[in-house]
């Protein structure tokens, strides 16, 4: 057994210490908001953060995470950049069909906790990893935008 620290509460799962972390969120402990996209770190669907920055968890082992901080779509809304970000989401209407959404959540929030004021570029760089099948980049690089002027 491996006790991992999920959203703030102890975990603990029976998993191989090579498992994707993705697959032990979702199928050991129901953490189904974390999305299974490309399962080769291309399109940042499993976007979670480990020790406060983004990693994609379809092709980090399980055995990276014991002992560090993780957080996933389903724990985000605690910090200030977190709630910032999810009511621009809401106010700017960013969904489409949503899949992609949680990973570029989870990015656009470490993000903002790095660089409060994003450029245009800051943004096409940090977010660059989250692909979005439906195109919703424009809305994605506003609502960033707008949650940084609520951070201001």
Known sequence: MTTLDI???AARVDAAADTPLLWVLRDELQLTGTKYGCGQGLCGACTVH???QPV????TPLAAAVGKKIVTIEGIGQGRAAQAVLESWKRLDVVQCGYCQP???MGAVALLEK???PSDADIDAAMGGNLCRCGTY?????AIHAAAQALA
């Open 7 to 9: 959203n703030g509460s």
């Open 115 to 117: 660089n409060p004021k």
């Open 50 to 52: 480990l020790a406060g």
């Open 138 to 142: 424009v809305r994605i690089r506003a």
């Open 56 to 59: 994609r968890s379809c092709i």
């Open 103 to 105: 990973g570029q959540i």
